[in-house]
């Protein structure tokens, strides 16, 4: 059977593992991200299962020496990463505080809400941990390549280089048709943000300005396709009402 991985590399920090994924009835894509640092270690957000054409792609961006981190975005995209943090047992694996009850089975070296700062020993990078999201989700943000990348604090459906080699459509399913209304200039995608993601308010509009702050263009999500100049124009317009409070 044909791979529907799409490993693309999109500056000479990031590169992207994407594939077909499937959230109930609605076809979301995910995708993983590899973030290449100034000394060469390779920083990994893990979404998407570790095949053989993944694991050379990581080996040749590190050398051989695989990731230097592995991180899982919010309290539910760990489907992977055991499967990370087993072949590459030297990475260090940062989550959230609540995935040390959750996911007991993974060795945890550090987590957001539980330890000052993750990120000590990653210069490059800085995060936002969104306690108040409801996936507790973290947004990475890369100053040299003016990239964040996050996992479900924002969407850029239909996902459509995720599906570009499936068989499937991304309008496809039950709710296919909702797709296109899933991308960050949508008013459901406002609505939803404020009301059913948003379970500590004030949490939420601290965290959506200290992103605004950032110097971005580039906005990777997991779920959607990647924003590749009009990044700081989407979390503006998705997040239009935490901005604005």
């Known amino acids: 059977m044909a791979s529907e991985l799409v490993i693309r590399t999109l500056d000479q920090h990031i590169t992207i593992f994407s594939m077909p994924f499937k959230r109930g009835p609605l076809n979301i894509g995910g995708r993983s991200t590899a973030i290449k640092l100034s000394d060469g270690r390779v920083f990994l957000c893990a979404s998407t299962p570790l095949d053989a054409e993944t694991r050379a792609k990581l080996d040749e961006l590190s050398d051989g020496r695989g990731p230097s981190h592995i991180a899982a975005l919010d309290v539910v995209h760990t489907m ?12 260090k694996v940062i989550g959230i505080e609540a995935l040390l009850k959750k996911r007991p089975d993974i ?6 809400g539980r330890d000052a700062d993750p ?26 390549s003016k990239t964040v990348v996050q996992a479900d604090l924002l969407f850029n459906l239909p996902a459509n280089e995720q599906y570009s080699k499936s068989k499937l459509s991304p309008a496809s399913g039950l709710l296919g048709r909702f797709s ?7 008013a459901l995608h406002r609505r939803l943000l404020w ?3 948003s379970k500590d308010r004030s949490d939420m509009i601290a965290g959506a300005k ?7 263009v580039r906005m990777v999500p997991c779920h959607g396709d990647v924003l590749e100049t009009n990044g700081k124009e ?6 239009q009402q935490f901005l604005a409070a």
């Open 195 to 197: 009301s059913a993601m």
């Open 180 to 186: 296109p209304h899933m991308n960050p200039f949508s």
């Open 80 to 91: 992977f990463t055991k499967d990370y943090a087993d072949a590459y047992p030297n990475a």
């Open 210 to 216: 200290e992103v605004e702050s950032w110097d971005f």
């Open 234 to 239: 989407a979390w503006r317009s998705a997040y």
């Open 119 to 144: 990120l000590a020993d990653v210069p490059d990078m800085k995060a936002r941990y969104f306690a108040g999201f409801v996936n507790q989700d973290v947004a990475f943000f890369h100053p040299e």
């Open 107 to 112: 060795k945890w070296t550090s987590a957001f």
